[in-house]
């Protein structure tokens, strides 16, 4: 986790299986549709901010140990959101998902937000 002004972003580096849970999930299911591949650069690092859209509480599961939510992605404690994988709502009262913010690969390493 990294600040980008003044907001936590998540870096999370995904595995095989929650790439693929994030490339089939059915548009129909998700409140505000958006294919996976329009929210990642690379398959296996999301960015997003994290901040939930509901309220602008901190999702918990960036951290190893804490709830993901029923989608394995993150839950925000707050009011009950669940984030998938992806970082798309998928249950509670977040009107959209959570925000991919402008970055750019320096190299397979280093990346600059904004």
């Known amino acids: 986790t990294v600040k980008w002004r003044g907001k936590p972003v998540f870096v999370r580096h995904r595995t095989a299986d929650e790439i693929a849970r994030a490339e089939t999930a059915n548009g129909d299911d998700l409140r505000d549709p958006q294919p996976d591949d329009a929210r990642v650069q690379r ?3 999301l960015v997003v901010v994290g901040v939930c859209t509901h309220l602008g509480c901190v999702p918990l599961g960036q951290k190893t140990g804490e709830v993901r939510g029923d989608y394995d992605g993150w839950f925000c404690p707050c009011h009950g ?18 925000e991919v913010p402008p970055y750019t690969f320096l190299s397979d390493s280093v990346i600059r937000i904004g």
């Open 43 to 45: 398959p296996e690092l």
């Open 81 to 98: 959101s669940h984030y998938d994988t992806s970082g798309r709502i998928r249950k509670g009262p977040a009107p959209t998902n959570l």
